[in-house]
């Protein structure tokens, strides 16, 4: 049976990605969730050695969930680029070194995009990913996906966001993620369409 989180719930945010982090507990603020991050409870940081995007999560969650004794959320995702055959995919922070620093994993993007001379007119096409998965304590273990369709510009654009944001713009749109206002965002990214299915599995609505 899926488990409903009620208002007040304690909630481990299980990132030490100070984005990703805004971003999850500004979607989590709605629902009285007591949202908590890894970092505050001074948890470790597990190794993302699974090859998908929910295998990560899993991971990161269940690693979570059993240190703190608490409920816990956790994200992988990243951008696939058609171009590169899915790269960088579950590697996408790494493409931005240990300082992790995106404008450099952007010029990589940017770069191997254009080195057979695969950057069209239009910009390659590509799009986010998102896994999202909540651990229990007792152990069971749910996973939410999200994607979101686009094409890369270049140079990037905005400052808003965070990671690839500002060379990603989604279908039907004129401002890159890097530009928008994050309640845009919060409205249309991949991260916003899985907690979507997770709130309606796992959030406790309150009575009329």
């Known amino acids: 049976m899926t488990p409903r989180l009620a208002p007040g719930t304690r909630l481990v945010v299980a990132t ?3 984005g990703k982090l805004k971003e999850i507990a500004e979607l989590i603020v709605p629902y009285g969730l007591a949202a908590v991050s890894a970092g505050d ?4 940081e597990p190794d993302e050695t699974e ?3 929910a295998g990560n ?5 269940v690693a979570a969930a059993r240190a703190a004794n608490l409920p816990a959320l956790a994200d992988d995702s990243g951008l696939e680029v058609e171009a590169l055959g899915g790269a960088p995919g579950v ?11 995106f404008g450099r994993a ?3 993007v940017a770069d191997e995009v254009a080195a057979d001379g695969r950057w069209g007119s239009a910009g390659p096409r590509a799009n986010f990913t998102c896994a999202l998965s909540l651990a229990l304590p007792n152990g069971d273990e749910h996973i939410f996906e999200g994607k979101i369709f686009g094409r890369l510009v270049w140079p ?3 400052t808003q966001g965070f ?3 500002p060379m990603f713009l989604a279908d039907g749109e004129t401002l890159t993620f890097g530009e928008m206002e994050p309640a845009r965002k919060h409205a249309i990214s991949h991260r916003a369409r899985a907690f979507a299915q997770f709130v309606e599995a796992c959030i406790e609505r309150p009575k009329p």
């Open 16 to 18: 030490h990605n100070p």
């Open 41 to 44: 409870l001074s948890l470790p």
């Open 51 to 53: 090859t998908t995007f």
């Open 57 to 61: 999560a899993r991971l990161k969650a």
């Open 91 to 101: 590697y996408s922070a790494r493409w931005a070194g240990p300082s992790k620093d």
């Open 106 to 108: 952007m010029h990589r």
């Open 156 to 158: 990037p654009r905005g």
């Open 163 to 165: 990671g690839y944001d």
